[in-house]
T-cell receptor, first 114, second 111 residues
Framework: GAGVSQSPSNKVTEKGKDVELRCDPISGHTALYWYRQSLGQGLEFLIYFQGNSAPDKSGLPSDRFSAERTGGSVSTLTIQRTQQEDSAVYLC????????????FGPGTRLTVL | TQLLEQSPQFLSIQEGENLTVYCNSSSVFSSLQWYRQEPGEGPVLLVTVVTGGEVKKLKRLTFQFGDARKDSSLHITAAQPGDTGLYLCAGAARHTDKLIFGTGTRLQVFP
């Protein structure tokens, strides 16, 4: 079966522009996560969706970051008025139920803000 | 703030050598996972340990969860170039059930 897919794979944008990153989780997985990874380091948690529950947004670094998940499937991470410090790889993961389950990761979107 | 510190941060070794990667925290975790990430890809789960003192073996990889469930180690025997990658530990926090990722260990194994 298909794994987690993300698009675009690479995004270059100018400072101040808005960007949208897309994640298609594995079918049937109720949990979806967004992480940020800088310079091949550890993962920084951003946001977590679980079924129809209110998302856990505790990791979003500022109000310029938002995410939604439509129909319990596809998710979009939006960054408004991008800054150079937003440059990173944005990873999406899904799991069958919740956070302590195995998380299946997509290949990531590499965002470069000029 | 719960932190998972990994050491060493970087490791370059020759094929055939043994190595150990450490994952330490002052917090207690209900379970701990180890992932490996290769360039341009997302992390892939290697193992989950849930019991204090637990040891799991996956071919040449041995994972141990500390008795107090605050730390873990990954030991690789006779490393091979295919082991090259970024190794990440991730702990499930005890009361919030939040998964926290470690700082990562980048391993390079030369033939």
């Amino acid at each position: 079966g298909a794994g987690v897919s993300q698009s675009p794979s690479n995004k270059v944008t100018e400072k101040g522009k808005d960007v949208e990153l897309r994640c298609d989780p594995i079918s049937g997985h109720t949990a979806l996560y967004w992480y940020r990874q800088s310079l091949g380091q550890g993962l920084e948690f951003l946001i977590y969706f679980q079924g129809n529950s209110a998302p856990d947004k505790s990791g979003l670094p500022s109000d310029r970051f938002s995410a939604e998940r439509t129909g319990g499937s596809v998710s979009t991470l939006t960054i408004q008025r991008t800054q150079q410090e937003d440059s990173a790889v944005y990873l999406c993961a899904s799991s069958r139920q919740g956070r302590i389950d195995e998380q299946f990761f997509g290949p990531g979107t590499r965002l470069t803000v000029l | 703030t719960q932190l998972l510190e990994q050491s060493p941060q970087f490791l370059s070794i020759q094929e055939g050598e043994n190595l150990t990667v450490y994952c330490n925290s002052s917090s207690v975790f209900s379970s701990l996972q180890w992932y490996r990430q290769e360039p341009g890809e997302g992390p892939v789960l290697l193992v989950t340990v849930v019991t204090g003192g637990e040891v799991k073996k996956l071919k040449r990889l041995t994972f141990q969860f500390g008795d107090a469930r605050k730390d873990s180690s990954l030991h690789i025997t006779a490393a091979q170039p295919g082991d090259t990658g970024l190794y990440l530990c991730a702990g499930a926090a005890r009361h919030t059930d939040k998964l926290i990722f470690g700082t990562g260990t980048r391993l390079q194994v030369f033939p």
